[in-house]
């Protein structure tokens, strides 16, 4: 298993700013990703964060609205900028621990209200 | 297009009857099954999964690639099911992706 760290739990913050959200796991794991979970909605995977390279971003999603880094094995962040009201959601941070175990972990996520 | 569908947003039986949360799919090639649970103020968590074919909390899940579904069941309700369910599914190891398609859950609220 894995224990997920996801810091801030929430945040109020003001249009045109930008969030840095960060995820800790007690422990390596194989793959991280970020997902939004809009209000009412399902939860979308913005992007997998690759150790040491750029992020692979699904469609609808760029790296200068959302930049992601990961610069080792147990730690990520992902920065929500130049933020709108459009942005508010839940923000998780999700991992697996095994290449051959496909259970996915997930952090607490953060909660993001822009005004 | 690959999706997960969950037809209820919100499910309401009654204490000890049965229930049964529906999740259909379109994916092209075989894919992971998997029910998350949210329980109120927890995090997402893996419920069960199709390839371990087990029973988790009472619940279970058969995965009918006929009708590519994947319904949860669970004989008699209890108070403490109350919870946000998601389907989910992933191409897992034999297709190199591991990334998740979500259904957009269902909200099952057991009554006393």
């Known amino acids: 298993s894995a224990v997920i760290s996801q810091k801030p739990s929430r945040d109020i913050c003001q249009r045109g700013t930008s969030l840095t959200i960060q995820c800790q796991v007690d422990?390596?794991?194989?793959?991280m990703f970020w997902y939004r979970q809009q209000p009412g909605q399902s939860l979308t995977l913005i992007a997998t964060?690759?150790?040491?390279?750029?992020?692979?971003?699904e469609s609808g999603f760029v790296i200068d609205k959302f930049p992601i880094s990961r610069p080792n094995l147990t730690f990520s962040t992902l920065t929500v900028s130049n933020m709108s009201p459009e942005d508010s959601s839940i923000y998780l941070c999700?991992?697996?621990?095994?290449?051959?175990?496909?259970?996915?972990?997930f952090g607490q996520g953060t909660r993001l209200t822009v005004v | 297009a690959q999706r997960v569908t969950q037809p209820e947003k919100l499910l309401s039986v009654f204490k000890g009857a049965p229930v049964e949360l529906k999740c259909n799919y379109s994916?092209?090639?075989?894919?992971?099954l998997f029910w998350y649970v949210q329980y109120s103020r927890q995090r997402l968590q893996l419920l069960l999964r199709?390839?371990s074919r087990e029973s988790i909390k009472g619940f279970t899940a058969d995965l009918n690639k006929g009708e590519t579904s994947f319904h949860l069941k669970k004989p008699f309700a209890q108070e403490e099911d109350s919870a946000m369910y998601y389907c989910?599914?992933?191409?897992?190891?034999?297709?190199?992706?591991?990334?998740?398609?979500f259904g957009t859950g269902t909200r099952l609220k057991v009554l006393a």
């Open positions: 999700s991992v697996l621990t095994r290449s051959w175990n496909t259970e996915a972990f």
């Open positions: 422990s390596q794991v194989t793959m």
């Open positions: 964060a690759n150790q040491g390279s750029e992020a692979t971003y």
């Open positions: 994916y092209s090639g075989s894919p992971e």
């Open positions: 199709h390839i």
């Open positions: 989910a599914l992933s191409g897992g190891p034999s297709s190199g992706t591991y990334k998740y398609i």
